[in-house]
């Protein structure tokens, strides 16, 4: 008995903590599509980030040294950092997919992020409800 207690203990912490990741996942697509969208209704940002390969390829490598650096630290961070560097990259990751919206419909670019985000989210609502194992 003992044994299919701490079962079934385990399996609501690993349902609780997927149903965060899905949590976290539909906020950060939500921060990257309405980064994405500022910046490409902005003449401005659209000039100063793709008008200068040096901007455009800082911001590249700033995103790719903050996945790398969160993948390093991810052991030693405490949960407010953590949550930081993750909306972090969300808006920086909104900046360098804004140009996705120059080869592409804003109406069918934003639909696809939130379409996204609300998956993630449904997910979420899903193994909350349920109490289904979405692992």
């Known amino acids: 008995m003992e044994l299919l207690e701490k079962r079934t203990q385990t399996a609501v912490m690993v349902n609780s903590f997927i149903q ?7 906020i950060g ?20 980030i793709f008008g200068n390969s040096f901007v455009f390829f800082g911001l ?3 995103e790719l040294a ?3 650096f969160i993948s390093a630290g991810i ?15 969300s808006a920086l990751n ?3 997919l804004s ?6 419909t804003m109406s069918s670019i934003a639909s696809t992020f939130f379409i996204t985000a609300a998956t993630f989210g449904a997910c979420s609502v899903y ?9």
């Open 20 to 26: 965060s990741v899905y949590n976290w996942m539909a």
């Open 29 to 48: 697509l939500a921060l990257t599509g309405l980064v994405a969208y500022f910046v490409s209704t902005s003449p401005t940002l659209l000039r100063i």
């Open 60 to 62: 590249m490598i700033a």
């Open 66 to 68: 903050l996945v790398m």
């Open 75 to 89: 052991n030693k961070i405490n949960a407010s950092t953590a949550t930081f560097m993750f909306m972090l990259y």
């Open 94 to 96: 909104g900046v360098t």
């Open 99 to 104: 140009a996705i919206f120059l080869a592409y």
């Open 127 to 135: 193994g909350m409800v349920t109490k289904k194992d979405l692992t």
